[in-house]
């Protein structure tokens, strides 16, 4: 997120030859990279913890995170709970297990939304130019040129209830035009490329050329974003629920869970730490990982 | 020179139209009733809610609204609150503390992050170098609000090395810590592009040239490679001069300082619409505006972009 588009379009190269051998390639720079494996191991880790909280939760003897105790308000950690218990009693490590998967759901949907919609709006773009690309440029222009966090307020203001699924929405809604962007300049760098004119003078339909020989090699540059843009949703999400415009009461989340700590920062600040330092680690997994995947996708990276 | 300005300032225009209409259209499209809400449990009567639909205009198309909007603003008018007080008023007073807020933070990001961003460029390869990215990346992946409250209980609260909230104190001591966290992030970006951007100069032929002729290398270094080094990153803090106005809501609301983020952060908690619009359009228009004003610097800068 930090990068600057130009930047990340100056790293937009075709690869060429054989995509397998390719993608071989780049496994095997890959494997060679500690920093990837661990930021794998990390978020292999949270996967789990979001896919089957309640095998985590139970681990140090409170595993229900709604079973709360006024009576054993905002116990330091330590005794029963090893992370203390929040103001209503509730055990901290029970909310940080179950809250992993609200963060996680609207990192990964929104940012799928966005790649979806940004796949197909930047390729026709990239590829076929012309009018289309004009009226793409113009409202990527718009959506860019505005704070993505004021506009997802807004929005949000006016939305009633919200899930997971109505804030990765909203964040989708103002987060495809950064990706389409992307995608157009990397179809447009391969669209002249040797091998797709050879494609096109051997006569295969569009639908064809772009799938088989556009798309595998413009998208390397766009996933390594996209792995970097899961990191900047949750962020976002947390933030927003911070603020009190993400999810609301009943969902169990990490924002929620640093909103309702933050008014008792003074006498309880262990309320506020384990959410805080799983929040910054699942983000800065997911940084990490995408700037690994932009250095090894990057094939002047890769000599 | 003239035309660049120009169409620039078209560009503005489109921008500003289409960010407008976009909030406006999201929030007159989705379900909820803000008239609903100003009765609280109580439901209001169905008189009082024609009425008040009347008052505000809600009663009208959506896009004859907008207009209405439109005009206002050109006349400096951003809306009314539910209060029946003007939004501009209930910013006004509130915009000193939030320019000063986010220049502070400018501050600190232009003077840490391109010093950083030197260092690690000119030591490109060694361990300062490694340090300062992986620096970097911990600090943009701390979510601002975290780093905030932080921030308040370990700098504010425990070593009471800053003040823990509130303006009291005046400039600079109760703004250093605040403007601090909103910087961090943008502080990151600053460093790194300056780091990568520092790097690609040291190769250029120009300064190969400079150092054959025997210039110092503090003057190389000092006065040609910063300047070269400087546009990219300029524009960058340009835009982020925008991302900081919209960084003050969370940092403001946890600080309890009296900006116009403050005023958004209760704006929201209170669910009031045209206070949420207004504000955040006026927050826009001085994104917009900086962003203009950075680009056109620029290109006093930079004579490719001038002669373009």
Same mark, same amino acid.
């Given at each position: 997120?930090?990068?600057?588009?130009?930047?990340?379009?100056?790293?937009?190269?075709?690869?060429?030859?054989?995509?397998?051998?390719?993608?071989?390639?780049?496994?095997?720079?890959?494997?060679?990279?500690?920093?990837?494996?661990?930021?794998?191991?990390?978020?292999?880790?949270?996967?789990?913890?979001?896919?089957?909280?309640?095998?985590?939760?139970?681990?140090?003897?409170?595993?229900?995170?709604?079973?709360?105790?006024?009576?054993?308000?905002?116990?330091?950690?330590?005794?029963?709970?090893?992370?203390?218990?929040?103001?209503?009693?509730?055990?901290?490590?029970?909310?940080?297990?179950?809250?992993?998967?609200?963060?996680?759901?609207?990192?990964?949907?929104?940012?799928?939304?966005?790649?979806?919609?940004?796949?197909?709006?930047?390729?026709?773009?990239?590829?076929?130019?012309?009018?289309?690309?004009?009226?793409?440029?113009?409202?990527?222009?718009?959506?860019?040129?505005?704070?993505?966090?004021?506009?997802?307020?807004?929005?949000?203001?006016?939305?009633?209830?919200?899930?997971?699924?109505?804030?990765?929405?909203?964040?989708?809604?103002?987060?495809?035009?950064?990706?389409?962007?992307?995608?157009?300049?990397?179809?447009?760098?391969?669209?002249?490329?040797?091998?797709?004119?050879?494609?096109?003078?051997?006569?295969?339909?569009?639908?064809?050329?772009?799938?088989?020989?556009?798309?595998?090699?413009?998208?390397?540059?766009?996933?390594?974003?996209?792995?970097?843009?899961?990191?900047?949703?949750?962020?976002?999400?947390?933030?927003?629920?911070?603020?009190?415009?993400?999810?609301?009461?009943?969902?169990?989340?990490?924002?929620?869970?640093?909103?309702?700590?933050?008014?008792?920062?003074?006498?309880?600040?262990?309320?506020?730490?384990?959410?805080?330092?799983?929040?910054?680690?699942?983000?800065?997994?997911?940084?990490?990982?995408?700037?690994?995947?932009?250095?090894?996708?990057?094939?002047?990276?890769?000599? | 020179?003239?035309?660049?300005?120009?169409?620039?300032? !078209?560009?503005?225009?489109?921008?500003?139209?289409?960010?407008?209409?976009?909030?406006?259209?999201?929030?007159?499209?989705?379900?909820?009733?803000?008239?609903?809400?100003?009765?609280?449990?109580?439901?209001?009567?169905?008189?009082?809610?024609?009425?008040?639909?009347?008052?505000?205009?809600?009663?009208?198309?959506?896009?004859?609204?907008?207009?209405?909007?439109?005009?206002?603003?050109?006349?400096?008018?951003?809306?009314?609150?539910?209060?029946?007080?003007?939004?501009?008023?209930?910013?006004?007073?509130?915009?000193?503390?939030?320019?000063?807020?986010?220049?502070?933070?400018?501050?600190?990001?232009?003077?840490?992050?391109?010093?950083?961003?030197?260092?690690?460029?000119?030591?490109?390869?060694?361990?300062?170098?490694?340090?300062?990215?992986?620096?970097?990346?911990?600090?943009?992946?701390?979510?601002?609000?975290?780093?905030?409250?932080?921030?308040?209980?370990?700098?504010?609260?425990?070593?009471?090395?800053?003040?823990?909230?509130?303006?009291?104190?005046?400039?600079?001591?109760?703004?250093?810590?605040?403007?601090?966290?909103?910087?961090?992030?943008?502080?990151?970006?600053?460093?790194?592009?300056?780091?990568?951007?520092?790097?690609?100069?040291?190769?250029?032929?120009?300064?190969?040239?400079?150092?054959?002729?025997?210039?110092?290398?503090?003057?190389? !270094?000092?006065?040609?490679?910063?300047?070269?080094?400087?546009?990219?990153?300029?524009?960058?803090?340009?835009?982020?001069?925008?991302?900081?106005?919209?960084?003050?809501? !969370?940092?403001?609301?946890?600080?309890?300082?009296?900006?116009?983020?403050?005023?958004?952060?209760?704006?929201?908690?209170?669910?009031?619409?045209?206070?949420?619009?207004?504000?955040?359009?006026?927050?826009?228009?001085?994104?917009?505006?900086?962003?203009?004003?950075?680009?056109?610097?620029?290109?006093?800068?930079?004579?490719?972009?001038?002669?373009?």
């Amino acid at each position: 997120m930090s990068e600057p588009l130009t930047e990340s379009l100056a790293a937009v190269t075709p690869t060429d030859g054989v995509a397998p051998a390719a993608r071989r390639g780049v496994w095997r720079t890959l494997r060679r990279r500690p920093l990837f494996w661990v930021a794998a191991a990390v978020l292999t880790v949270l996967a789990l913890v979001a896919l089957v909280p309640s095998a985590f939760a139970g681990w140090f003897g409170h595993p229900d995170p709604r079973a709360c105790d006024l009576a054993a308000s905002a116990l330091p950690p330590g005794g029963g709970h090893v992370l203390g218990t929040d103001v209503q009693g509730c055990d901290v490590w029970a909310n940080v297990v179950f809250g992993t998967r609200a963060s996680l759901t609207v990192g990964l949907l929104c940012t799928a939304l966005a790649l979806a919609v940004a796949l197909v709006v930047g390729t026709l773009a990239g590829y076929y130019g012309g009018f289309l690309d004009r009226v793409v440029a113009r409202l990527t222009d718009v959506f860019l040129g505005f704070p993505f966090l004021l506009g997802a307020v807004v929005v949000l203001t006016s939305v009633g209830t919200r899930s997971a699924v109505t804030v990765a929405l909203v964040l989708a809604l103002f987060s495809w035009p950064t990706m389409a962007r992307l995608v157009r300049g990397s179809v447009r760098t391969v669209r002249d490329a040797p091998y797709v004119e050879a494609a096109r003078a051997m006569g295969l339909p569009d639908r064809r050329i772009i799938a088989r020989y556009v798309l595998p090699n413009a998208l390397g540059p766009v996933l390594a974003v996209a792995t970097t843009m899961v990191g900047g949703v949750i962020v976002a999400e947390s933030t927003l629920t911070f603020l009190g415009l993400g999810l609301n009461a009943p969902s169990i989340s990490w924002g929620l869970q640093l909103s309702s700590a933050q008014s008792f920062f003074q006498t309880s600040p262990h309320m506020l730490v384990a959410p805080g330092v799983v929040l910054t680690i699942t983000v800065l997994a997911m940084i990490t990982l995408g700037d690994v995947l932009r250095d090894v996708l990057d094939p002047r990276g890769r000599s | 020179m003239t035309r660049r300005v120009t169409r620039r300032l !078209v560009d503005l225009v489109v921008v500003f139209l289409g960010v407008t209409l976009i909030i406006y259209l999201m929030v007159f499209a989705l379900p909820g009733d803000p008239i609903a809400a100003l009765g609280g449990d109580r439901p209001l009567a169905p008189n009082v809610v024609a009425e008040l639909r009347e008052r505000y205009h809600l009663d009208e198309p959506v896009l004859q609204q907008y207009l209405r909007y439109l005009g206002g603003l050109l006349q400096g008018d951003l809306g009314t609150t539910f209060q029946g007080q003007s939004v501009a008023d209930r910013t006004a007073l509130r915009w000193p503390v939030t320019i000063t807020l986010a220049l502070t933070a400018w501050g600190i990001e232009v003077l840490l992050g391109v010093l950083l961003g030197l260092v690690a460029g000119l030591r490109a390869g060694t361990v300062s170098d490694r340090l300062i990215l992986a620096g970097t990346v911990v600090a943009t992946s701390i979510p601002v609000f975290v780093l905030a409250v932080s921030a308040q209980l370990w700098l504010g609260v425990r070593l009471s090395w800053f003040p823990v909230a509130g303006t009291g104190e005046g400039w600079p001591t109760a703004y250093l810590l605040p403007a601090a966290v909103i910087a961090v992030f943008g502080l990151a970006s600053v460093a790194r592009l300056m780091r990568g951007s520092v790097v690609d100069t040291l190769r250029t032929d120009f300064v190969r040239a400079l150092r054959a002729k025997g210039l110092r290398e503090r003057q190389v !270094v000092g006065v040609h490679v910063m300047r070269s080094s400087a546009i990219p990153v300029l524009t960058f803090l340009a835009i982020d001069l925008g991302y900081l106005l919209g960084g003050t809501v !969370v940092v403001e609301g946890v600080f309890n300082l009296p900006g116009v983020g403050q005023l958004l952060f209760q704006a929201i908690r209170a669910h009031e619409g045209p206070t949420i619009v207004g504000v955040s359009t006026a927050l826009i228009i001085v994104f917009l505006l900086t962003n203009l004003l950075v680009d056109l610097l620029a290109s006093v800068l930079d004579p490719r972009i001038r002669h373009e």
